[in-house]
């Protein structure tokens, strides 16, 4: 321990005598494991880790293939199922031992109209089981969970969150037994749950549960009740999310041979037989490992930017190891005396490991500081409610990222120390000089492997901002500049005439306020990425053509009046929706050009019908419309067909879009005092503008695109700086020389052109190695890139320009220094 000390004191002296080597290693070491620890980070928590429930390995995910063909889905085919399918499964206890059910109370991805207190505001829920903590093993910090007996009567309870308590309670005692409001329907907290439990619903951060409820109010996915009847009363309705606990001793292919047939008669109760020629659905599991579904939305490319990040990290160590050969370089002298004295390899290792374990916590405790605000952010651009926060796994990761380095950075300088033996001391430095010949050639190569890395990420980089570009400048087919969108769910609408006149009134009020142009409604969200998706039905009573297979679809919406004027949508022919479109007068529709392309061609659509099962459904078509983006930018145009909400049969949760002068965002608390004054417990559902509303739909790109132009910079800034460094030892190690030469007549051009010559060798040749990696980067990345090809020649050129300028760059520092050297002054010094 005192010889630990004592080289520790030492290690610290040497550190603080040169600062400007000591803040450059700390920081390289910073960025790039800190860099690495963020995108592992949410790496871990989106695709390796299992959800936070005890033996994970036993419960899995229902999937289907899909609903019978008289049975309708919230759009998740794969998730989806009826009520009478969870009450059939939960009894087949000899395949699984627990079955959950659960089911968002919002829909479309929003929130739910919440009150504690005064204020309303929005948070997250579902409806789930009796079973839902104690069949997944999840405890509750303070108060109790569910009962199976709680989901039998409905009970008028909740759950919250750890997170959503801390956040939003501040973690307030007292808060078991007051009365949390959803939708106006008031029911009592009695439990929170374990901290680190967030829910299982995809791609949340769930705030409170709630056992399944009768009530129409609290319908799920927040859909009015057809003829007052709730998810319970409707079999034909596929809407419950399940997961399971396979029984003990229970294999799961044994469990599905068991339970597919099961399967398959219960999905039919209630809704018939099949059709001839039905497929019936099938029953599949999925793994527990987080959410289903963010492998394939995010797995590919969270790998690229791990293989990115990756590169940046072998870069950053790179540097900081020739910065530690070029640093122990100039100690030579002391280690050879250290050997003559008696000291061992052992003893140089051990000192050299100590200092470089100094350097690595440094790094290291920045780098922890740097990755949890990086992956804050990380958080907030993706969009991933669920907790990113760095776990165990992941301090794990990087404290084996940190011990290999601090290996690394003790082993390789240990030849550059041991090199010059004991005698070296007796030596004079020209003597000396020849022997970091082949010391300075690895450095080359190092510089030139760092040459090669750098242009695959700009390469990589460039692509994926350019696609960004690409995106963002997407024509919309609409004026998103001035449209500003928010959600109203009223609570205490139990008939549609009510919902009607709720929504008239509220428009007529809104249309009023000052700089405001006009105002409309819609029931889904468009840039929301949700959409209702039905067949095209028939025209003038008889199947269109161009309608079999695939082409059989098109969307649909629900909207009011003046929508298309509101969102400045070109009418090609015929109206818009108006006032005077009212339950009592004809019912109408307006489709886009292409729905009348592919299903009315050479025709005029205005004035056919479109209908459905129910004659009374019977549309007359009264306008068309260009086509424009409705889901998000980057989809291609589908068949569309709007109609009037007045002239619907159920009426819920809508959207309203405000088209005012100047900033859209500011006619937001006048908005505010106005729904308030018609019902003080209805929030506004995530207002924003209806440009960042479409931006969500890009959100990937954007984060990705983002990110990987940062690491490109990132690793320009390490190479210029390992280039830099390279030089610099180079020219400082030939200053006798260059003296020697510029004193027989060497030109202050020649020396310089000397030093830069080396530099353009190790530029061109890590441009060629560079190339093909940049290729076959650039083909695992086409399946990312919008509107650029893989092998877009002008990314390349811009790579390859933009290391040849980090070269030169890099490079005059070193270069004036050579061709500044006196030569008497050289000279002198030996």
Partial sequence: MTTFLSDLRYGIRQLRKTPGFTVVCVLTLALGIGANTAVF?????????????????????????????????????????????????????????????????????????????????????????GNFFSGLGVSVARGRGFTTQDEAQHAPIAVISYNYWTQRFSRNPDLLGKTLYVKGVPLTIVGIAAEGFEGVEPGSSTDFWIPLQSRVELNAWSTPAQDGKTYLQRPDWWCLRMLARLAPGITRERAIAQLQPIFQTAAYIGIGNPEPGEKRPVLSFQDAKNFPGYDEDY?????????????????????????????????????????????????????????????????????????????????????????????????????VILLGAALAFGLAPLRVALSGGPGLVLKTSAATSNTDAGKARVGKIIVTLQMALCLVLLVGGGLLIRTLRNLENLPLGMRTQGLVVFGINPQHVHSFADGVAFYQNLTDKLRTLPGVQSVTLMEDRIGSGWSNNDDVGKIDGKKPPNSDGDNAMARANIVGPDFFQTLGVPIVAGRDFADSDTAASPKVAIINELFAQRFLPNENPLGHHLSWRDPKDDVVIVGVVKNHKYRSIEEKPIPMQWFAYTQQKTIGEMHFEMRVHGDP???????????????????????????????????????????????????????????????????????????????????????????????????????????????????????????VKPYDALSYVLAVLGVALVAAIASLIPANRAASVDPLMALRAE
Avoid: C
């Fill in 299 to 399: 797995g590919k490319p969270l790998r690229i930017l791990m293989a990115m990040v990756g590169l940046v990290l072998l870069i950053a160590l790179s540097n900081v190891v020739m910065l530690l050969m070029a640093r122990n370089t100039t100690r030579q002298r002391e280690f050879s005396l250290r050997l003559a004295l008696g000291a061992g390899r052992k003893e140089l290792f051990r000192q050299l490991l100590t200092e470089s374990m100094l350097l690595v916590a440094l790094g290291g405790v920045l780098a922890w500081l740097f990755a949890s605000g990086a992956t804050r952010s990380l958080a907030a651009w993706s969009q991933i409610e669920a907790s990113l926060a760095p776990d165990r796994t992941v301090l794990l990761f990087t404290l």
């Fill in 665 to 787: 965002m500011a006619i937001l608390p006048a908005v505010r005092k106005v729904v308030q004054q018609i019902d003080p417990n209805l929030p506004l559902m995530q207002p924003m503008t209806q440009r960042a509303q479409y931006e969500e739909s890009i959100s990937q790109q954007l984060l990705f695109g983002r990110l990987a132009g940062f690491f490109a910079l990132l690793a320009v800034v390490l190479v210029a700086t390992g280039l830099y460094g390279t030089l610099a030892y180079y020219v400082n190690n030939r200053t006798v020389e260059i003296g020697v030469r510029m004193a027989i007549g060497a030109q202050r051009k020649q020396v310089v052109w000397m030093v830069l010559r080396d530099s353009l060798l190790m530029t061109g040749i890590g441009i060629l190695a560079g190339v093909p990696l940049a290729i076959f980067v650039s083909r695992e990345l086409a399946s990312a890139l919008y509107g």
């Fill in 41 to 129: 980070s949410v790496m871990n928590a989106v695709l390796l880790k299992s959800l936070p429930v005890t033996d994970p390995e036993r419960v899995v995910y229902l999937n289907t293939s899909g609903a019978p063909h008289h049975g309708n889905n919230t759009g998740d085919w794969n998730t989806s199922f009826s009520y009478p399918v969870y009450e059939e499964l939960r009894q087949q206890k000899n395949a699984l031992s627990e079955v959950i059910a659960y089911v968002p109370i919002s829909s479309g991805g929003s929130k739910v109209a919440v009150r504690v207190g005064p204020q309303p505001e929005e948070a997250e829920g579902d409806m789930v089981s």
